[in-house]
T-cell receptor
Framework: EVQLVESGGGSVQPGGSLRLSCAAS????????MHWVRQPPGKGLVWVSR??????????ADSVKGRFTISRDNAKNTLYLQMNSLRAEDTAVYYC???FGNGQSWGQGTMVTVSS | QSALTQPASVSGSPGQSITISCTGT?????????VSWYQQHPGKAPKLMIY???NRPSGVSDRFSGSKSGNTASLTISGLQAEDEADYYC??????????FGSGTKVTVL
C-alpha cells in the first residue's frame, strides 16, 4: 500500500525556518516525481514545488521561490521541504504528493503556523 | 501564477448531473492536456478523480467525466449522490514548468 507521511510542521515566528519531511513507503520512491502542495486554513489548494526522480530538476511557485528548497533522499525514501524566511501567509497544511497524473497519491498533511 | 477560475459553488438534486468549469489561459489549460480534477471532503486529503483531461484512475466511479475545450476544462458528475458533496479543484501544468490549481468549487447535493 502506498503511504506518504508528512512531519516537521509546527509553530514558528515570522522570519523563522522549518524543514518538512515526507516519508514514503509501499512503492519505489526513486521512480516518481514528487510535489509539495499547501492549503491555507479555509482556503484552496496551492501548488508549491516539485522535484524529478533524481533531484536534478526542481521548480517552485513564485510565492516561495528563493525561500523554499525541495530535495529528496532516495536512499531514505524521503522528500523534504526546507522553508526559510517564513511569513504569515505561509500558514497552511502542507501535503506531499506522488506524481501529478495517473498513480498520484497524497499524504495526510502537516500543519505549519507562522505567527508572532 | 493566478489560480484557474472555477465557480464558487454548484448544486444539484440527487440523480441530476452537474458540470464544474475551470478556465485558464493558453499557457496552462489551453496549452496542455495535463488537467486534473480533485475531490476533497472536509478535513481530508484531496483525491484524484480525473487526470490528463478525461482519464479516470482505477476505482473512481464512471459517473465522473472530464473534458476540455480551448482554455476551459470541465468536470461532469452524473447521477449526483449525497457522497459527492465536497470541494472540487482542477489543476493544470503550465508553460513555466509549474502547476496551478483552480479556486475551488463547493458542490452541494440538495
Amino acid at each position: 500500500e502506498v503511504q506518504l507521511v508528512e512531519s516537521g510542521g509546527g509553530s514558528v515566528q515570522p522570519g523563522g525556518s522549518l524543514r518538512l519531511s515526507c516519508a514514503a513507503s509501499g512503492f519505489t520512491f526513486s521512480r516518481y516525481w514528487m510535489h509539495w502542495v499547501r492549503q491555507p486554513p479555509g482556503k484552496g489548494l496551492v501548488w508549491v514545488s516539485r522535484i524529478n526522480t533524481d533531484g536534478s530538476s526542481t521548480s517552485y511557485a513564485d510565492s516561495v521561490k528563493g525561500r523554499f528548497t525541495i530535495s529528496r533522499d532516495n536512499a531514505k525514501n524521503t522528500l523534504y521541504l526546507q522553508m526559510n524566511s517564513l511569513r504569515a501567509e505561509d500558514t497552511a497544511v502542507y501535503y506531499c504528493a506522488r506524481e501529478f497524473g495517473n498513480g498520484q497519491s497524497w499524504g495526510q498533511g502537516t500543519m505549519v503556523t507562522v505567527s508572532s | 501564477q493566478s489560480a484557474l477560475t472555477q465557480p464558487a459553488s454548484v448544486s444539484g438534486s440527487p440523480g441530476q448531473s452537474i458540470t464544474i468549469s475551470c478556465t485558464g489561459t493558453s499557457s496552462d489549460v489551453g496549452g496542455y492536456n495535463y488537467v486534473s480534477w480533485y475531490q476533497q471532503h472536509p478535513g481530508k486529503a484531496p483525491k484524484l478523480m480525473i487526470y490528463d483531461v478525461s482519464n479516470r484512475p482505477s476505482g473512481v466511479s464512471d459517473r465522473f467525466s472530464g473534458s476540455k475545450s480551448g482554455n476551459t476544462a470541465s468536470l461532469t458528475i452524473s447521477g449526483l449522490q449525497a457522497e459527492d458533496e465536497a470541494d472540487y479543484y482542477c489543476s493544470s501544468y503550465t508553460s513555466s514548468s509549474t502547476y496551478v490549481f483552480g479556486s475551488g468549487t463547493k458542490v452541494t447535493v440538495l
